[in-house]
Each structure stands twice: as C-alpha cells, then as structure tokens.
C-alpha cells in the first residue's frame, strides 16, 4: 500500500468512527409534564396542577412619581423609575381572590421642606388597571402620612410627617375608618406620553384630598370574587420575605 493510499484509508476509517460516535443510542425525551402552553394539555400528576401564564393577569401602573405595591401582603412591583421621566410599569400577576392591592405612592419632595426643585410645589397621582377589571377609582381607600410645605409657604417652609402603619401592607389591615381615595380629571394630572401608550381605559387617576401637598399617601383596595378558587394546586414553597440567606 502505497502511503496516499494508507491515508485515505485511514481518513475513511475515522470518519466512519466519528459518524458511530456521533450518534449514539438516544434516550426517549421525558414526558412534559405540569400546565406548560403549547401542545395537548396533559392531565395532572398526582394530582398536582400548575399554573401557567393563561392564568395570569396583565397590569399596567402609572404613578407620579414613584411607588411600591404590594399584593396579598407581598411586593410585586416597584417603579423602576423613582423620579423623571414618568413610565409606565406592566407586570403579570397571578391572582389570588379577594385580592388586597397595598400601594405606597410618593410624590416628588424634599422630606425636609415638601418642595421639589428648591422651592416648587410638585403634585402626585396614581393610576392603575389590571385586565381582570380592576382599576383604580373613588373605592380605595386612601391616607396621606407626609404633608406640606403647610400653608403652602415655601419661604420657610414646614412638613408634617407620620409613621406607616405596622402592617398597612397585609390584607387584614384595618382601614375602614380611612377616608375613600379622591379621584383627579386626567388635565389636573396631566399624563405623560407612555400613559397614552397603554390602555387605562375604566381606570381613574386617584390620590388623597390635597394632590400637591399630600407627598406620600398609601392607597388600598381589596378585590372580592366570591366563590372563586384557583384552577392550580401548587402553592410555593420558597421565602421572596426577605433577601437571600448569605
Ligand atoms: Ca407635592
Ligand atoms: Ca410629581
């Protein structure tokens, strides 16, 4: 054999090795299990049923200027923007029924003086739907706990403030003696541009009685549907109370 032709050989030889090696016995692919979309729907497995994201409810939230809400007594969202420029925040939510939305909503203002770039007074509002219907609207209840500058005096000016609630965030809070939230005409509020990408149609723009001098207000609305239950099983098993154990 001459050596071109003991290499061809070979190269034929380790080309059919490769094609073996290349394509071993396969394991069957697992069975999909749990209510993932796409395809025929299994049936449950010992008897558990996950929710998928058909289950889910889309929102959108607008708030001027920042806010932090809490559903059922666990944050879901907080406005990735604290100040400028004003957006809009979508999440998906799993619902839960009666569902207690807790919402923390700051205005921008000094804690010190209650003004905004030096010695302006700043106004707030807060408006928000869910596609399950919920919207925001003179139901909730709302509570300011940072006023001023008082009297409007932005010479020398005064701020009063009060601790949150232990607890305001729960849906056992207490907030039947609160006054109802305040609805605004979306000119008073005057939305910028990402408002009018979004739908809000049904939803009112809220906040408490003096828009420009209640600076931090805690607005809350508990959402009934009687008789409702979860099509899933599953509840989680994890901790989201707190950051990550080191
Ligand atoms: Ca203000
Ligand atoms: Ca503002």
Redesign the pocket.
């Known amino acids: 054999m001459n050596s071109k032709k003991w290499i061809a050989i070979s190269a034929l030889t380790l080309l059919a090795g490769a094609t073996v090696a290349q394509d071993p016995p396969r394991p069957q692919d697992p069975p999909r299990r749990g209510g993932g979309q796409g395809g025929k729907r299994k049936p449950p497995q010992d008897g558990i049923v996950k929710p998928s994201m058909s289950d889910t409810v889309h929102g959108s939230i607008y708030a ?2 920042w806010f932090a809400m809490y559903i059922n007594g666990k944050l879901v969202a907080v406005d990735s923007i604290d100040f400028l420029p004003h957006n809009v925040v979508s999440i998906d939510i799993l619902p839960e029924y009666p569902m207690t939305i807790a919402v923390l909503a700051k ?2 203002a000094d804690p010190q003086t209650g003004c905004e770039y030096g010695k302006q007074i ?3 509002g807060f408006i928000l739907k869910f596609a399950d219907g919920t919207v925001t609207d003179a139901k909730w209840k709302g509570k300011c706990f940072f006023y001023g500058p008082i009297d409007r005096n932005t010479a020398d000016p005064k701020v009063r403030t009060d601790p949150l609630p232990d607890g305001w965030q729960a849906p056992g809070f207490d907030d039947s003696a609160w006054p109802q939230a305040v609805e605004y005409s979306q000119e008073r509020i005057d939305p910028k541009e990402p408002f009018f990408q979004n739908d809000f149609k049904g939803a009112k723009w809220i906040w408490t009685s003096d828009l420009d001098l209640d600076n931090t207000v805690i607005l809350r609305c508990r959402i009934d549907r009687p008789g409702w239950k979860p099509r899933w099983t599953t509840k989680p098993d994890l901790d989201v109370s707190g950051p990550a154990p080191k």
Do not use: L
């Open positions: 001027d200027n205005d921008n700043g106004d707030g």
